[in-house]
């Protein structure tokens, strides 16, 4: 079935450093990949949705200067936390459709802690 | 996409069905029902979809009433590992259509 790859699942920074986390479907290619952000004991809240070769649209209220994201291939989107702090300390998930209606394969998931 | 509305907690028993409710009173005619579960620390799952029928696979089955304005998951022999937060999200099946998450429903099996 259909895999997404998420790297790195768990990372602990200094705040006012960057982070990246990586996002890949590994059997299929992936013209869209969305970013989510979960609070503890809260639901998933999109953050962008990705589109290979284009810029990113973000949700409202979601800084696109602070959460860069890359999706230049059709298997690789990557979202990068500029400037941490530690109210950026959540859970990141990313998606991808495998565009044969079984909705969306997600990443594992990546813990962020800013320390 | 419409909204869901699914009971905060559950307890299932070890071996017994578990039933997960969802209500979508305005569901649309082209909006699919699509349930994942979310593992502690863990990407969302999928497990079944369905538009008007009835379905099943290895996980689950899902029953949709025939207004379409509620679904039942049945994980029909419920184990330990089968504890996670259940989602129901009613969506219109396009690959660049976002999904769109609730509140959910926290299932707890206990043995």
């Known amino acids: 079935g259909a895999v997404v790859s998420q790297h790195p699942s768990r990372v602990i920074c200094k705040s006012g450093t960057s982070v990246k986390i990586e996002c890949r479907s590994l059997?299929?290619?992936?013209?869209?990949m969305f970013w989510y952000r979960q609070f503890p004991k809260q639901s998933l809240m999109l953050m962008a949705t990705?589109?290979?070769?284009?810029?990113?649209?973000?949700e409202q209220g979601v800084e696109k200067d602070k959460f860069l994201i890359n999706h230049a291939s059709l298997t690789l989107s990557t979202l990068t936390v500029t400037s941490a702090h530690p109210e950026d300390s959540s859970f990141y998930i990313c998606?991808?459709?495998?565009?044969?209606?079984?909705?969306?394969?997600f990443g594992s998931g990546t813990r962020l802690t800013v320390v | 996409d419409a909204k869901t509305t699914q009971p905060t907690s559950m307890d299932c028993a070890e071996g017994r069905a578990a039933n997960l409710p969802c209500n979508h009173s305005?569901?649309?005619?082209?909006?699919?029902v699509y349930w994942y579960r979310q593992i502690h620390s863990q990407g969302p799952q999928y497990i079944i979809h369905?538009?008007?029928n009835n379905e099943t696979n290895e996980m689950a089955s899902l029953i949709i009433t025939e207004d379409r304005k509620s679904s039942t998951l049945i994980l029909p022999h419920a184990t330990l590992r089968d504890t996670a937060v259940y989602y129901c999200?009613?969506?219109?099946?396009?690959?660049?259509?976002?999904?769109?998450f609730g509140g959910g429903t926290r299932l707890m099996v206990k043995p």
């Open positions: 305005t569901i649309s005619g082209n909006e699919y």
């Open positions: 990705s589109n290979e070769g284009s810029k990113a649209t973000y």
């Open positions: 369905g538009l008007k």
């Open positions: 059997d299929f290619q992936a013209t869209t």
């Open positions: 998606s991808a459709s495998t565009g044969y209606g079984y909705g969306y394969t």
């Open positions: 999200i009613v969506r219109v099946d396009n690959a660049g259509n976002m999904l769109t």
